[in-house]
């Protein structure tokens, strides 16, 4: 089926452990991004890749990193993990960063870092 | 910067009944809007999406949404609601322009009783 894929879908990390999100789109779309959500803090941008070869920071990058390894795929990387950063994680894809597209969400990974 | 408002942090609603969930913006001029509708576990569906034209938007499912200037809002609604409708619904805004993000509120969650 078309659409964004995530894995894993749930993943238990210990404090200072690391570990790559990965995700992966078939739509063809050129921009991809990563979001955490949190009770009652909605969903928060951490980085997206307007296009294959460029990523930039959202509005929490501090303990990530990703990776655009083709157009096909957008990677999120936990270095040293903390309990902060335990959360929902998405990926999203649009056609182009032109937000009249809207975006196409994966269905998340939960991420509980202990 | 563009931001959202979802007042509402839970809503209770008789199957049957009308439902409105309240979304307020803040940016200096008409921005793109949306809802999406996440599930339990599910990732985000997008509902409805306006950018321009008919301030009366129709989506999936039977919502509507209507935008209006004056009051910087964007109200879901629905006339007769149903048990499948229980879920978490989350007002997002971008910019028109190409390097936009989606800015998510921190949404709103709909028990629907029998």
């Known amino acids: 089926n078309a659409g964004v894929t995530q894995t894993p879908k749930f993943q238990v990390l210990k404090t200072g452990q690391s570990m790559t999100l990965q995700c992966a789109q078939d739509?063809?779309?050129?921009?991809m991004y990563w979001y955490r959500q949190d009770p009652g803090m909605g969903l928060r941008l951490i980085y997206y890749?307007?296009?294959?070869?460029?990523?930039d920071k959202g509005e929490v990058p501090n303990g990530y990193n990703v990776s655009r390894l083709n157009k096909r795929e957008f990677s999120l990387r936990l270095e040293s993990a903390a309990p902060s950063q335990t959360s929902v994680y998405f990926c999203?894809?649009?056609?182009?960063?032109?937000?009249?597209?809207?975006?196409?969400f994966g269905s998340g990974t939960r991420l509980t870092v202990v | 910067a563009q931001s959202v408002t979802q007042p509402d942090i839970h809503i209770t609603v008789s199957e049957g009944a009308s439902l409105e969930l309240r979304c307020n913006y803040s940016?200096?001029?008409?921005?793109?809007l949306f809802w999406y509708v996440q599930s339990p576990g599910q990732g985000l569906q997008l509902l409805l999406k306006?950018?321009?034209?008919?301030?009366l938007v129709q989506g999936i499912k039977g919502f509507e949404a209507e935008f209006k200037r004056s009051q910087s809002s964007f109200n879901l609604r629905k006339p007769s609601v149903h048990w499948s409708d229980a879920a978490e619904y989350f007002c997002?805004?971008?910019?028109?322009?190409?390097?936009?993000?989606?800015?998510f509120g921190t949404g709103t969650r709909l028990q629907v009783t029998l």
């Open positions: 999203a894809s649009s056609f182009r960063t032109l937000v009249a597209y809207g975006y196409t």
């Open positions: 739509m063809n779309h050129n921009s």
């Open positions: 890749s307007a296009s294959e070869g460029t990523t």
């Open positions: 940016y200096g001029a008409t921005p793109y």
């Open positions: 306006y950018f321009s034209g008919d301030t």
């Open positions: 997002a805004v971008g910019a028109p322009g190409t390097a936009s993000k989606l800015t």
